[in-house]
C-alpha cells in the first residue's frame, strides 16, 4: 500500500477558520451545535452514561473538566470517556446515508473535552466540529470502500476525533498526520449489524472510537509514531479534492425521533395517518409496514432495556401509534411495560418492498398498511426519515426539535436561555456554557 503525504487534509483540519465557511455551513455548524447538545443532554440521563462516569471516576481521576449532566469534573481522557457514553445513548444524532452510520456523536466527546481542556470560544469549538465532520465522513466513505464490510460509526469515530482534540491542542502538520494515521489503524471495526439484531450498549461502538482517537492525540504528544491512512492512498485521495469545496456536513440527516433511523419512516406515516383520519390505536385492527431489509432486520421482540426499545422497529412503532411521538419518554425503562404499547405491537407486521430494498442506502424508504376496526384500509404515501438532508434542516427546524426533546429535562426558560447560548454566544468561551447547563441540570425539577 503507497500513501502520498502531500498534508492536505492536515493543513484543512488546522487551519480553517469561522471566516473561511460559507454561510450555509456557518448555519450547519450552529445547528450541529445544538443537535449534538441534544444528544450529550438526554444521554446523561441514561444508564450507559452512568456506567462512563463510573469508569472516568475509577480509573481517570483527577482533573477539572467539567462534563454535561454531572457535578463531576475529570482530567481530559475522563471527560471524553464520560462524554462518549452519553452522545449516542438515545440515538437522537445526526447521520449521513453513505457512511450508514452517526459522524457527530462519533467526535463530539473528545472535541468538547479538548475544547474545554484549552477553554477554546464556542465559535473555535464549532469551526472545529466542521472540520471533524469533513474528515469523519471522508475517512468513512474510504474504510467501507477499501474493506466491503459496514464499519460503523466508532471506526470514523476515532478518525474524527484525533482530528478534532490535535487541532484544539494545537499540534504541528506532522502531528497530526501522525495522530490521523494511528487513529485509523487502531479504530474498531464494529460489526454493527449484529448490535441491530442484537440490542445492546455496543450499538456503534461511540465510545471505543472515542477513546482510541483521543489515545492516538495522546500517544503522538508523548513521542509514539504512526504512517500512513487510507486518505493518503492513490485509491481514496480523490475525496480529498472536494476539501473546502464540497462540505458534506450540508448532507447529514437529523433525527427527530429517540431510535434507530431505519424505524423513523414508519413512525412518522402511523403518525400523519392518524392524524388525518382521526382514529387512535384502540381503532387499529392490524398495521403492515413496507420497508428496506435492513429496516426489517431491527429487532421486533419485547424491550427489556432502553437499548433493546431504540435497536427495535416493532417498539418504536407501536409506541408512536400509542403516544403519537416518540421521545426519550417512551424508550427508557419505566415505559417498556406498557400495556397498549405490548399490544399494539402484536398487531404489526413488517414486509421487504422490492422498491425500498432497490433505493438503499441512497434513500430509506417505507410505507404503512393500517386496517382499522371498522373495516377502512389505509394506506401512506411512500416516506423517506424526516430531517433528510434533502430538507434542507436550518434553525427553526432544530429549535423546534430542542423545545421537543428538552421539554422532559429543562424548564421553558432554561430551554429559552440555552437555545440563545448556542444560537448567538460564539464568542462565548465554552467552559462557561457547560457550566451554565449543568447549573440548570441541577436545579431542574425535571428528570433527575
Given at each position: 500500500m503507497d500513501f502520498i503525504t502531500d498534508y492536505r487534509l492536515e493543513d484543512y483540519i488546522l487551519n480553517t477558520t469561522w471566516e473561511d465557511l460559507p454561510a450555509k455551513v456557518q448555519e450547519r455548524a450552529?445547528?450541529?451545535?445544538?443537535?449534538?447538545?441534544?444528544?450529550?443532554?438526554?444521554?446523561?440521563?441514561?444508564?450507559?452514561?452512568?456506567?462512563?462516569?463510573?469508569?472516568?471516576?475509577?480509573?481517570?481521576?483527577?482533573?477539572?473538566?467539567?462534563?454535561?449532566?454531572?457535578?463531576?469534573?475529570?482530567?481530559?481522557?475522563?471527560?471524553v470517556v464520560a462524554m462518549s457514553h452519553a452522545s449516542n445513548s438515545f440515538d437522537i444524532d445526526d447521520g449521513h446515508n453513505m457512511i450508514k452510520g452517526h459522524p457527530g456523536t462519533s467526535f463530539v466527546a473528545g472535541v468538547l473535552a479538548a475544547a474545554l481542556e484549552e477553554n477554546v470560544t464556542y465559535r473555535e469549538y464549532l469551526t472545529t466540529l466542521v472540520v471533524c465532520y469533513e474528515a469523519a465522513i471522508r475517512c468513512g466513505l474510504a474504510v467501507q470502500d477499501h474493506y466491503q464490510y459496514l464499519h460503523s460509526t466508532g471506526t470514523y469515530g476515532a478518525f474524527g476525533t484525533a482530528a478534532g482534540m490535535g487541532r484544539?491542542?494545537?499540534?504541528?502538520?506532522?502531528?497530526?498526520?501522525?495522530?490521523?494515521?494511528?487513529?485509523?489503524?487502531?479504530?474498531?471495526?464494529t460489526p454493527v449489524m449484529r448490535s441491530v439484531q442484537y440490542p445492546s450498549m455496543n450499538k456503534d461502538g461511540v465510545p471505543f472510537g472515542a477513546l482510541v482517537g483521543a489515545e492516538?492525540?495522546?500517544?503522538?504528544?508523548?513521542?509514539?509514531?504512526?504512517?500512513?491512512?487510507?486518505?493518503e492512498t492513490p485509491e481514496y485521495?480523490?475525496?480529498?479534492?472536494?476539501?473546502?469545496?464540497?462540505?458534506?456536513?450540508?448532507?447529514?440527516?437529523?433525527?427527530?425521533?429517540?431510535?434507530?433511523?431505519?424505524?423513523?419512516?414508519?413512525?412518522?406515516?402511523?403518525?400523519?395517518?392518524?392524524?388525518?383520519?382521526?382514529?387512535?390505536?384502540?381503532?387499529?385492527?392490524?398495521?403492515?409496514?413496507?420497508?428496506?431489509d435492513s429496516a426489517a432486520q431491527l429487532s421486533k421482540m419485547k424491550?427489556?432495556?432502553?437499548?433493546?426499545?431504540?435497536?427495535?422497529?416493532?417498539?418504536?412503532?407501536?409506541?408512536?401509534?400509542?403516544?403519537?411521538?416518540?421521545?426519550?419518554?417512551?424508550?427508557?425503562?419505566?415505559?417498556?411495560?406498557?400495556?397498549?404499547?405490548?399490544?399494539?405491537?402484536?398487531?404489526?407486521?413488517?414486509?421487504?418492498?422490492?422498491?425500498?430494498?432497490?433505493?438503499?442506502?441512497?434513500?430509506?424508504?417505507?410505507?404503512?398498511e393500517i386496517k382499522l376496526k371498522d373495516g377502512n384500509n389505509l394506506k401512506s404515501q411512500v416516506y423517506?426519515?424526516?430531517?433528510?438532508?434533502?430538507?434542507?434542516?436550518?434553525?427553526?427546524?432544530?429549535?423546534?426539535?430542542?423545545?421537543?426533546?428538552?421539554?422532559?429535562?429543562?424548564?421553558?426558560?432554561?430551554?429559552?436561555h440555552l437555545l440563545v447560548m448556542l444560537e448567538r454566544d460564539l464568542d462565548t468561551p465554552i467552559g462557561n456554557i457547560i457550566t451554565v447547563i449543568n447549573q440548570m441540570l441541577c436545579i431542574s425539577d425535571k428528570i433527575s
Open positions: 450552529i445547528v450541529c451545535g445544538i443537535d449534538l447538545m441534544i444528544a450529550l443532554l438526554l444521554g446523561s440521563k441514561g444508564q450507559q452514561f452512568q456506567a462512563g462516569i463510573r469508569i472516568a471516576q475509577t480509573y481517570y481521576k483527577g482533573g477539572n473538566l467539567p462534563v454535561v449532566g454531572s457535578d463531576k469534573n475529570f482530567g481530559l481522557l475522563g471527560a484544539l491542542l494545537g499540534f504541528t502538520q506532522e502531528q497530526m498526520n501522525n495522530a490521523l494515521s494511528m487513529a485509523e489503524f487502531h479504530a474498531p471495526l492516538a492525540a495522546l500517544e503522538t504528544l508523548e513521542g509514539s509514531t504512526a504512517r500512513g491512512y487510507l486518505l485521495q480523490k475525496h480529498l479534492d472536494s476539501l473546502g469545496k464540497i462540505y458534506e456536513i450540508m448532507n447529514l440527516y437529523f433525527k427527530p425521533f429517540t431510535c434507530c433511523r431505519w424505524a423513523h419512516q414508519p413512525i412518522q406515516a402511523c403518525i400523519d395517518l392518524m392524524k388525518a383520519y382521526t382514529f387512535t390505536h384502540e381503532d387499529v385492527e392490524r398495521v403492515c409496514v413496507h420497508t428496506f424491550p427489556r432495556t432502553t437499548d433493546e426499545a431504540q435497536y427495535n422497529i416493532a417498539w418504536p412503532v407501536a409506541s408512536a401509534l400509542v403516544y403519537g411521538d416518540v421521545g426519550i419518554d417512551q424508550v427508557i425503562e419505566p415505559a417498556l411495560n406498557n400495556q397498549c404499547v405490548l399490544d399494539m405491537m402484536r398487531r404489526l407486521s413488517f414486509v421487504v418492498d422490492p422498491e425500498m430494498e432497490a433505493q438503499f442506502p441512497e434513500k430509506r424508504l417505507a410505507w404503512v423517506a426519515a424526516p430531517g433528510e438532508h434533502t430538507d434542507h434542516v436550518d434553525l427553526e427546524w432544530i429549535r423546534n426539535k430542542f423545545y421537543l426533546r428538552s421539554s422532559s429535562i429543562l424548564t421553558p426558560d432554561q430551554q429559552d
